[in-house]
Structures are given as structure tokens and as C-alpha cells.
């Protein structure tokens, strides 16, 4: 099994790969270096969450249809091939707006979507093959190494980032974005091999199909469930709100130069994976609710002190907040996302990690936009746009301490209970119409 996970870990690391380009070089780029409004920025970099909802097509999808014999191999291919693909098409978009609007849009459209959709495809197939190819007890252990190794590739990614845009130009940026989406292909595919056993026509065949109606009544007749998705989307929008203005914000506020900017995310990826450890040592012995509620709380200290950091024009103080942020995230993301691998049910293991990475595509479009439209707005309004920054990053600790509360209510042991008295009925309903 170890060398299972650590498949599924490369598979994780090569798609978290292509997104540092795009969500921490290119977004600093556009805003600050070609002066375009963060809105439009937040626009192109959520526009791939839009196609969030056909996760849930995917995962019903590849549970039914297999490929050659394999349920996500085949599906997780795809997905890596688009991710590469919007990585490297992204900056020459970029560039593109600037000579002419139109086109470069379009451009970015097809890029950003490429992108998008990759990324759906890949993440609910390789999670649903987590989940299939680990037991329930071991599926902490599975969730901590795929984590702990996407936040070495973001952290190798951005330090290599930061190397190869040095010194910045267009040339060097488009280039540096080819080198990454080469690595990413490569050890994607290496994750792939012989990972997943291949079935026969018989063993694959699947009585269930699932719709929208089935997922709406699956999550919203689970009170837990349902209490569940609304809290992971609002930590999710909070958590990664950030993504594309931490990087502008320091180079307003602090006046760094791209390759400073661009080591912020091997900073926070740094303690990101020193807190994954930790979590992982402690779920053993510690509630994963327990974990989850000490990341949210350190991170909402990161999100505080992002925001003094500006007010005060601290660097130490930033740096000290961008470190409890990804230390905070670090013990949230494997808490959560081991709760979120219990709160599936065995028959329907597609349709639930499709739900939740739904839930965390949507938090991801709607973070983005919130965050750069509120950032525009307020910056036409205040007329300082470092004032801007700091107030968007209070309304992302706000949302956290929302989530926290939710948080409090939320209990998988009675999200099973439930699951299983809803199944029960089912089969009593089957048998009476019989």
C-alpha cells in the first residue's frame, strides 16, 4: 500500500504543480507587472471552477464506465494532459490581452478553461481512487501523504519558479511555465503505472446512476452531509480567497520584485508541510474535528496579522502571518479532507468525492471573485489600494470564523448513522415494490 500512496501522492504533486504557475507567478504578473484589474485576473483564474458541477458527472461516470478495464486511470490521464495544456497556453494569453483585448480573452478562455477541466477530471478520479484503494483506518495516513507530497512539488515548484523568472521578462516567464508543465506530465504518468488493477466487462458493471436529483437528495436528506458542504465551502472560500492577492499584496504593500513575491508560496508551503506532519502524527490520538478546529483558528491569526502587516508596512509581520496561514492550512486540509473521506458511503464513493470536489471547485470561484472584485472596489473607494488589500483579507477572517462555528455541529459518526438508516429504507422500499 505504500507504494500505492505514493502514486496517488505523485498524481496530487503533478496537478498542484501546474497550478503555482498560474495561481502565484502569472496572477502577480497581470496585476502589478501589465496593470490589469484584479477582477478580470479573478475572473480568468476562477473561470475554471465553473465547470466544477460536471465533477459529479465524472465520478458517476467513471464508477459506471470504465475505460480499457480501469474505472480512473484513464480519466486521470486526460486530466493531467488539459492541466499541462492551460499552463502553458496561460502567459502567452496574458500577453496576448495586452496587444488586443478581444483576442487575448478568447485566448485566455481556452487556456484557463483547458486548465479547468483538467483539473476536474484529474482530482475526483484520483481521490475516488484513494478512497477505493484505502481502508477506512488507513485513509488518514493515504490523505497525509498525498499531501505531504503536493506541498514539496509547490514549494521545488515556486523556488523553481523564482529562479527561472530571474531576471523577470516575458521570455523567461513563458519558458519557466514549459519547464513545469513537462515535470508535471511526466511524474503524473509515473503515479500512473500499474496503479489501478483492471476489471473485466462483468466486474465493472454498476446497478446505480446517478443525477442531480440523486446528489441533491443524497446531501440534502443527510443532515450531517449537508451541514458538512456548507461549512468546507466557506472555510474553502476563505482559505484560498487569498490565492490571487497575497502575491500582488506584497509587492503593493512592500514593494518586492517578482522573484520575492513569487518564494511567498514556498514560504507558506514550508510550514503548510511541517504542520501536514504534525497532523498527521496527532489524528491518532486526536479528533480529526479537534485538528480541524486548531487549523482554521491559526489560520484566522495568519489572515489578522496579513492584515496589520499592511497597516503597520511590516514585512516581519506579514512573513509571521503568511507562516500561521500555511501552518493553519496545513492542519485543516488533512483534517478536513480525511473527515470528507469518511463521510462518503462504500456504493457511492463517485458520487460523494464528486460532491465534495465540487465544494471545493465552487469555493475556489467564488473566493476569487469575491476577493478581486471586493479588492477593485474598495481600491476606487479608498483611493489606496494596500487599505483594500487589508480589508479583503478581514473579510476572509471573518468567513473562517464563521466556518469555525459551523464546524462545532458537525459529526461523522452521525453522518453514518444516518446513512445507514437512509439505506436501510431503501432496501425496504425495493423489497415492497418487488
Not at 341 to 370: C, E, H, P, Q, Y
Not at 375 to 392: E, K
Amino acid at each position: 500500500m505504500f507504494l500505492k500512496r505514493l502514486q496517488l501522492g505523485l498524481i496530487h504533486l503533478a496537478v498542484a504543480m501546474t497550478l503555482v504557475p498560474i495561481n502565484s507567478t502569472l496572477n502577480r504578473v497581470m496585476i502589478k507587472e501589465l496593470a490589469f484589474s484584479a477582477t478580470l485576473v479573478a475572473v480568468l483564474a476562477s473561470l475554471p471552477y465553473l465547470f466544477s458541477p460536471i465533477q459529479v458527472f465524472i465520478g458517476s461516470f467513471s464508477d459506471r464506465h470504465p475505460i480499457l478495464g480501469w474505472h480512473r486511470t484513464p480519466y486521470i490521464a486526460i486530466g493531467l494532459v488539459f492541466c499541462v495544456l492551460g499552463v502553458v497556453l496561460s502567459p502567452l494569453a496574458a500577453f496576448v490581452l495586452v496587444e488586443n483585448f478581444l483576442i487575448g480573452l478568447l485566448f485566455g478562455l481556452v487556456a484557463f478553461g483547458a486548465w479547468g477541466m483538467g483539473f476536474n477530471f484529474a482530482t475526483v478520479s484520483y481521490f475516488s481512487l484513494a478512497t477505493e484503494l484505502s481502508g477506512e483506518k488507513e485513509r488518514g495516513s493515504t490523505i497525509s501523504v498525498m499531501f505531504l507530497m503536493m506541498i514539496i512539488g509547490i514549494i521545488s515548484t515556486s523556488l523553481l519558479l523564482s529562479r527561472l523568472v530571474d531576471p523577470y521578462s516575458p521570455e523567461a516567464l513563458v519558458r519557466s511555465f514549459w519547464v513545469v508543465g513537462i515535470i508535471a506530465l511526466v511524474l503524473g504518468f509515473l503515479g500512473l503505472i500499474k496503479l489501478e488493477k483492471r476489471t473485466s466487462a462483468e466486474q465493472s458493471q454498476v446497478e446505480e446512476r446517478y443525477s442531480w436529483r440523486v446528489l441533491a437528495d443524497t446531501i440534502l436528506e443527510n443532515k450531517q452531509a449537508t451541514i458538512f458542504f456548507v461549512y468546507l465551502i466557506i472555510l474553502l472560500i476563505a482559505l484560498l480567497g487569498q490565492d490571487i492577492l497575497l502575491e500582488p499584496f506584497g509587492g503593493e504593500a512592500f514593494g518586492m520584485a517578482v522573484t520575492d513575491t513569487t518564494r511567498i508560496t514556498s514560504i507558506w508551503g514550508a510550514f503548510m508541510l511541517i504542520a501536514l506532519l504534525i497532523a498527521g502524527a496527532l489524528e491518532r490520538r486526536i479528533s480529526k474535528r479537534t485538528i480541524a478546529f486548531w487549523g482554521g483558528g491559526v489560520a484566522l491569526v495568519g489572515f489578522i496579522l496579513i492584515s496589520a502587516s499592511g497597516v503597520l508596512v511590516n514585512t516581519g509581520v506579514f512573513y509571521t502571518g503568511v507562516v500561521l496561514l500555511g501552518a493553519g492550512t496545513g492542519l485543516s486540509t488533512v483534517s478536513n479532507l480525511s473527515f470528507m473521506l469518511d463521510m462518503t458511503t462504500a456504493t457511492k464513493v463517485g458520487l460523494f468525492i464528486g460532491a465534495w470536489g465540487m465544494a471545493n471547485a465552487a469555493s475556489r470561484l467564488i473566493g476569487a471573485l469575491l476577493s478581486g472584485v471586493i479588492r477593485d472596489i474598495l481600491t476606487q473607494i479608498l483611493q489606496n489600494p494596500v487599505l483594500a488589500y487589508v480589508s479583503v483579507f478581514g473579510i476572509l477572517a471573518l468567513l473562517l470564523l464563521i466556518s469555525l462555528i459551523i464546524l462545532r455541529r458537525i459529526d461523522a459518526t452521525a453522518f453514518r448513522r444516518e446513512a445507514e438508516t437512509r439505506t436501510v429504507i431503501e432496501r425496504a422500499a425495493l423489497a415492497s415494490d418487488v
